[in-house]
């Protein structure tokens, strides 16, 4: 369901449950197996040249149409990491998804009576890991945008691009709050179609000007198979399954970090009342979204539009109405 008049992105009842990630950060080791695999498995182009952002010790740069599963590195001292802590615990104050304010019976979930609540001694440095992948959301902008119906909802909830459907129009790209999706080049100027190459010479880099991004392995998913970074993943750091458990299993997860004193841990994409409806990919987060490079209030605009398309037809029915009764006040004698 992609039409714009109806609720945007929504999610129809199709008999089966929506899948989901949930990525947890806490426990990523930064080993980029995810990446490789993703990349492995869905045949994308290689990263041609591999450059230290300056900022970080990271070298793959971002998601992007070649890059579905990217894992950074954030390197963070001691001052961001006790802020990272207060910050955490003004959100618990504030009634936090899955923590609730003080007291509450949801700040005990996963903990026991013997659990030391001592916060732990702030490190001097740490590296924040973290594997950021299309978070296929409920109101997705990318979805509403597409004009030649490329983008489709599938059965299990999730995103995915028809190759042979999309134009390369870009219009997508626009569309994604999270900058997730792109349409894919060679380094040449070409358009959408696949460069001739003679016989010896590398294969030219597939769908070469149509939008790329994450299906969340969709070919697998409709085996009964893991999607492959979350197969390929060693910490568990990557979990599958239907979303509705994962933001459970989340939410448990960030209650028993923060009985053991890591304020810092909170959930990203698990509030349904989010500016995109709440996201299939779930994350728990160590420090602000921001420090990730995710936007703190992700919004789709085209959420929007049913309400803005009604009160246009009001306005409109108004407006005939007002024209109806002059023009037969004005034909009285």
């Known amino acids: 369901?992609?039409?714009?008049?109806?609720?945007?992105?929504?999610?129809?009842?199709?008999?089966?449950?929506?899948?989901?990630?949930?990525?947890?950060?806490?426990?990523?080791?930064?080993?980029k197996a995810c990446e490789v695999a993703c990349k492995e498995w869905n045949r994308n182009p290689h990263d041609s040249e591999f450059e230290l952002?300056?900022?970080?010790?990271?070298?793959?740069?971002?998601?992007?149409?070649?890059?579905?599963?990217?894992?950074?590195?954030?390197?963070?001292?001691?001052?961001?990491?006790?802020?990272?802590?207060?910050?955490?615990?003004?959100?618990?104050?504030?009634?936090?998804?899955?923590?609730?304010?003080?007291g509450a019976p949801a700040a005990a979930a996963g903990t026991s009576p013997d659990v030391d609540t001592t916060p732990p001694n702030t490190p001097d440095f740490r590296w924040l890991m973290s594997s950021d992948v299309c978070k296929h959301c409920t109101n997705a902008g990318c979805l509403d945008v597409c004009p030649t119906g490329a983008l489709f909802r599938t059965e299990h909830g999730t995103v995915v691009v028809q190759d042979d459907v999309c134009n390369g129009c870009g219009t997508c790209v626009a569309g994604c709050p999270f900058g997730v999706i792109e349409r894919?080049?060679?380094?040449?100027?070409?358009?959408?179609?696949?460069?001739?190459?003679?016989?010896?010479?590398?294969?030219?880099?597939?769908?070469?000007?149509?939008?790329?991004?994450?299906?969340?392995?969709?070919?697998?998913?409709?085996?009964?198979?893991?999607?492959?970074?979350?197969?390929?993943?060693?910490?568990?750091?990557?979990?599958?399954?239907?979303?509705?458990?994962?933001?459970s299993t989340a939410k448990e997860r960030v209650a028993e970090l923060h009985a053991q004193g890591l304020t810092e841990a909170r959930l990203y994409g698990a509030n349904d009342a989010?500016?995109?409806?709440?996201?299939?990919?779930?994350?728990?987060?160590?420090?602000?979204?921001?420090?990730?490079?995710?936007?703190?209030?992700?919004?789709?605009?085209?959420?929007?539009l049913p309400r803005m398309f009604k009160r246009a037809g009001l306005a409109a029915a108004g407006m005939l109405a007002a024209a109806a009764a002059a023009f037969l006040a004005g034909g009285r004698p």
């Open 184 to 247: 894919r080049s060679d380094g040449t100027a070409g358009v959408k179609g696949q460069r001739d190459f003679t016989p010896g010479e590398q294969a030219p880099t597939r769908n070469v000007g149509v939008a790329q991004k994450c299906t969340l392995c969709y070919d697998r998913m409709v085996d009964g198979q893991t999607p492959a970074c979350a197969q390929a993943c060693p910490t568990t750091s990557i979990k599958y399954g239907e979303r509705e458990q994962m933001v």
């Open 274 to 304: 989010d500016g995109v409806g709440g996201t299939g990919s779930v994350f728990l987060l160590l420090d602000e979204p921001e420090v990730y490079g995710l936007p703190p209030d992700p919004r789709v605009p085209t959420a929007d």
């Open 1 to 31: 369901m992609n039409k714009l008049t109806e609720a945007p992105g929504h999610i129809p009842h199709t008999g089966h449950p929506r899948k989901g990630f949930f990525t947890d950060t806490s426990i990523c080791i930064g080993c």
């Open 53 to 102: 952002l300056e900022s970080s010790y990271d070298n793959t740069g971002s998601l992007g149409a070649d890059t579905w599963r990217h894992v950074a590195f954030i390197e963070q001292d001691r001052e961001h990491i006790d802020k990272a802590r207060e910050s955490g615990r003004a959100l618990v104050s504030l009634g936090m998804p899955g923590i609730g304010p003080p």
